[in-house]
């Protein structure tokens, strides 16, 4: 087996607690990652470690995919991070990370996967850079925009 990771950066001009706030609510990740997606919550009560959801997306060539996801850092307001257990490609580690930047944040995401070396070379070389990677741009840009609009 392989691990693939892929490192995303956006820097986001709103304080740091405000960013990690927004992105450890998984429930609000719908409002900026793309796509038809619906996070739901299944254990009641704050953001904690062990707090697990439950999220639907669609993927090519599926549709109303479900993910187990479960929280596995909560470090108010620089690290967060949840492994969602997907169907197809088994754990995948979303790690947060919230740095303070020229008065604003450096909001990192780290996603991690184990693939068998076959498929991780299908995604290194086709499915990250022509898809993955445009995503999670489009995506952090989302979140850029949702972050810095002024409070209403």
Known sequence: ??????????????????????????????????????VDARTPGPVAVGAQYVSHGDVPGQKDRPNQLRVTEYQPPSRFAFIAQDPGFGDVVHAFRCTPQDGGTLMERTVTLTLAPLMAFAFRTVIQPLVGKPSMDKALAALKTKLEQPSA
């Open 1 to 38: 087996m392989t691990t693939v990771t892929n490192v995303y950066r956006v820097v986001i001009h709103a304080q740091p607690a405000a960013v990690f706030d927004y992105i450890s609510d998984l429930t609000r990740h719908p409002e900026w990652s793309g796509g038809r997606l619906r």
